[in-house]
């Protein structure tokens, strides 16, 4: 089993220019306190925020900018299109009957950038004594 993603967990695009933070909403399944993610937390907006600036020229906004910038590659804003579930998933851990999401998870955007975990956002502490 990898490494369980929860709330809070820090997400990259590879076309986008800032790191997001993973929303999850309440759930009986948590890990280091926080609730557990699914595969199907991928929904833009909602789980998703924006990676700040898109670079994607297959990204209809990106195009538009290069254009009025006569050519000159020119990043907008990201609005994440994520349309399909996190994979693979994890293949043992279920919250309800939807796959938990693993650190190893990535899901792609319409535009053509992957989306992947940089942080799985669990924290261990360790009390001295």
Sequence with gaps: MGTLVVAGAVLRCSLGLTPAALVVPPRNVTASGRPVATVQD????????????????????????????????????????VTTPWTPGSPSVRVGRVPALT?????????????????A???????AG
């Excluded at 956002?121 to 009390?127: A, E, L």
Aim: net charge positive; proline share 11%.
């Design 42 to 81: 991928m929904r833009p907006v909602v789980n998703l925020a924006s990676f700040g600036l898109c670079t994607s020229p297959a990204n209809p906004a990106v195009a538009t900018a290069t254009a009025a910038a006569a050519g000159v590659p020119t990043p907008a804003p990201c609005v994440p299109a």
């Design 103 to 119: 650190a190893a998870s990535t899901c792609l955007c319409r535009w053509a950038g992957v989306v992947g975990v940089v942080d």
């Design 121 to 127: 956002g669990q924290r261990t502490t360790r009390v």
